[in-house]
């Protein structure tokens, strides 16, 4: 696990170079979109970028992590909703492009495993961002995930619903319950996984995933099994790591033999 901590300013750049990158050199790569917080800075840039003409997502593909489940098809809740504001109408997806777990269908199961056949479907997920919860969940994995987990439903716990409530008008009450999630296994498949934390309220969970054992009690440990993860975190996110003299020193040397 490759762990860079600097602001969250320069995150968003670093991780939009990474998404350009990739798409420089594959153009029809296939992305994995977290919602929330976390990647706003880094949606902004990319469309910034595309809306300059530098870059272009036209033979992309992307797959969103996670949906709740019960609210209506166009919610402005609805992660679908939310990821076609803070990003894909700001770029240029070609349409239907952008896929994501169906919180509305009437067999939930069969929308988890037809999302599974998706994103195989597509060849698999180039490059996945991912913010984290204060719980240690990535996508909705919340403690108890199995770490070989696939798309499924899940139940939110009731500290990540108290979290969102923000985007609810601040009624937890008015949180789903439940929520369709991609599963650790799905994002262990990924060839590349990019973590995004800021902030104290993330201090915690992020010295779980970077320093602490493997555990479903913190599914964010299951990334010290991803063959290439990099995780993005500013000061106060860091603030609770071991290490983190060596982490810079690994950033600030890896130019000279990598
Ligand atoms: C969102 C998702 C969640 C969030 C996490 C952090 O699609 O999968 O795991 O990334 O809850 O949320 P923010 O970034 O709002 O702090």
Same mark, same amino acid.
């Given at each position: 696990?490759?762990?860079?901590?600097?602001?969250?300013?320069?995150?968003?750049?670093?991780?939009?170079?990474?998404?350009?990158?990739?798409?420089?050199?594959?153009?029809?790569?296939?992305?994995?979109?977290?919602?929330?917080?976390?990647?706003?800075?880094?949606?902004?840039?990319?469309?910034?970028?595309?809306?300059?003409?530098?870059?272009?997502?036209?033979?992309?593909?992307?797959?969103?992590?996670?949906?709740?489940?019960?609210?209506?098809?166009?919610?402005?809740?609805?992660?679908?909703?939310?990821?076609?504001?803070?990003?894909?109408?700001?770029?240029?997806?070609?349409?239907?492009?952008?896929?994501?777990?169906? #919180? /509305?269908?009437? *067999?939930?199961?069969? @929308?988890?495993?037809?999302?599974?056949?998706?994103?195989? =479907? &597509?060849?698999?997920?180039?490059?996945?961002?991912?913010?984290?919860?204060?719980?240690?969940?990535?996508?909705?994995?919340?403690?108890?995930?199995?770490?070989?987990?696939?798309?499924?439903?899940?139940?939110?716990?009731?500290?990540?619903?108290?979290?969102?409530?923000?985007?609810?008008?601040?009624?937890?009450?008015?949180?789903?319950?439940?929520?369709?999630?991609?599963?650790? #296994? /799905?994002?262990? *498949?990924?060839?590349? @996984?990019?973590?995004?934390?800021?902030?104290?309220?993330? =201090? &915690?969970?992020?010295?779980?995933?970077?320093?602490?054992?493997?555990?479903?009690?913190?599914?964010?440990?299951?990334?010290?099994?991803?063959?290439?993860?990099?995780?993005?975190?500013?000061?106060?996110?860091?603030?609770?790591?071991?290490?983190?003299?060596?982490?810079?020193?690994?950033?600030?040397?890896?130019?000279?033999?990598?």
């Amino acid at each position: 696990m490759e762990v860079v901590i600097t602001d969250a300013a320069t995150i968003g750049s670093l991780v939009a170079d990474r998404v350009q990158a990739l798409l420089e050199r594959k153009p029809d790569a296939v992305l994995g979109l977290a919602t929330g917080s976390s990647p706003l800075r880094v949606y902004d840039d990319l469309a910034a970028r595309v809306q300059n003409g530098s870059m272009s997502f036209s033979g992309a593909h992307a797959f969103t992590l996670d949906e709740y489940v019960g609210l209506p098809e166009g919610d402005p809740r609805s992660y679908r909703s939310v990821i076609d504001v803070e990003l894909v109408s700001r770029v240029d997806f070609a349409p239907g492009a952008v896929h994501g777990p169906d #919180g /509305t269908a009437a *067999d939930l199961d069969a @929308a988890c495993i037809d999302y599974e056949r998706r994103i195989a =479907a &597509a060849g698999g997920i180039d490059l996945q961002i991912l913010g984290i919860g204060t719980t240690g969940h990535i996508a909705f994995n919340e403690p108890s995930s199995s770490l070989a987990s696939r798309t499924r439903v899940k139940t939110l716990i009731a500290q990540t619903r108290r979290d969102n409530a923000r985007f609810f008008d601040g009624d937890v009450d008015a949180v789903p319950k439940h929520c369709l999630t991609q599963g650790l #296994g /799905t994002i262990l *498949d990924s060839r590349h @996984a990019i973590v995004i934390a800021t902030g104290s309220a993330k =201090a &915690a969970a992020v010295r779980q995933m970077v320093e602490g054992s493997v555990s479903a009690r913190w599914p964010c440990t299951a990334l010290q099994l991803h063959p290439k993860a990099t995780v993005y975190l500013d000061e106060a996110s860091a603030a609770e790591l071991e290490l983190t003299e060596y982490y810079r020193e690994v950033v600030e040397h890896r130019s000279a033999v990598q």
